[in-house]
């Protein structure tokens, strides 16, 4: 008797302790979590460092993984806000529907896939035709697209990637959903933007692509035209903001239902003047305009 009458003391202390500290914070510490593409991770992370600044009593978990990861996590409500560099797919929302999970969508940036080589290669453009016929092993050789006799080396993220799928479909595929293109079997499947970056630079004959938020200057960028008939656009924010460069998309943040409290608040940051500076800092294109340099 005497034990259960010390823990019941004991419960009210902590309620009341808890309470005390609640009242006199005028704020109670709220953790939201938010996983999935790797190519937004980077610059969600900027993002969140600045509005933790503003919002110190706020919690928030970050963690990539992929967009299928982000989608995953958002439909079995392990997250409250999923990463994506690719539209949801019907089959993900029929089975978010399906649990009573609503995903809204919000568009925070622009992105474009470069395309990317050793810096001593000398191969400075390809056009989507070759691009496509490189990452099915119809072209094998970098002789056959004005480089050296030397094999290439294909790098591809894995296919949990939304970077992975929309290559796939803008490269390979040419927009076509009902094109049945793949990667080559003898594509590396790598695990990261930033690794194939690291391969791309120590390897000379090694080819990949990543968002434009991960080229660094070990590895060089080429220009890219959508036929040999077409200008080669060389993948810059500008170009990419004013519809010239042939490998762009959205990048997104989705919610389940109305965001609401601090994942409102969070994604009314990423789309402010504030939120969409943070974006152009991060090498990604704003969906406000910006002076773009």
Not at 19 to 47: A, F, P, W, Y
Not at 286 to 293: A, F, L, N, S, W
């Amino acid at each position: 008797m005497k034990i259960l009458k010390l823990i019941t003391v004991l419960l009210i202390s902590v309620f009341f302790c808890a309470c005390v500290r609640s009242h006199s914070s005028g704020k109670h510490d709220v953790s939201i979590q938010i996983k999935g593409s790797d190519t937004i991770v980077n610059l969600i992370q900027e993002l969140v460092e600045k509005f933790i600044e503003q919002n110190p009593s706020f919690n928030i978990s970050l963690s990539g993984g992929g967009s299928g990861t982000g989608f995953a996590s958002l439909i079995n409500e392990t997250c409250d806000i999923a990463m994506s560099s690719r539209k949801i797919e019907e089959k993900e929302r029929m089975l978010a529907e399906s649990k009573n999970i609503k995903p809204i969508e919000f568009k925070i940036a622009l992105d474009a896939l470069v395309v990317l080589v050793n810096k001593n290669n000398p191969v400075n453009k390809l056009t989507l035709e070759q691009l496509r016929d490189i990452f099915m092993a119809r072209i094998t050789n970098w002789k056959e697209v004005g480089g050296e006799n030397r094999k290439i080396v294909i790098l591809s993220r894995e296919s949990n990637s939304g970077t992975h799928m929309f290559f796939k479909e803008r490269v390979l595929c040419i927009d076509d959903k009902s094109n049945k293109n793949k990667f080559s079997t003898q594509s590396l499947m790598i695990s990261s933007s930033q690794a194939i970056c690291d391969e791309v630079c120590q390897n000379p004959n090694a080819l990949g692509y990543v968002g434009m938020g991960f080229v660094d200057r070990r590895v060089k960028p080429v220009s890219v035209a959508v036929n040999a008939e077409s200008e080669y656009v060389y993948p810059m924010p500008e170009n990419v903001m004013n519809g010239t460069y042939p490998i762009s998309r959205p990048l997104y943040i989705y919610t389940n239902g109305e965001p609401q409290d601090v994942v409102k608040m969070f994604t009314d940051y990423a789309l402010s003047d504030t939120g969409q500076k943070i974006v152009l800092e991060a090498d990604f294109i704003p969906i406000k305009k910006q002076d773009v340099k």
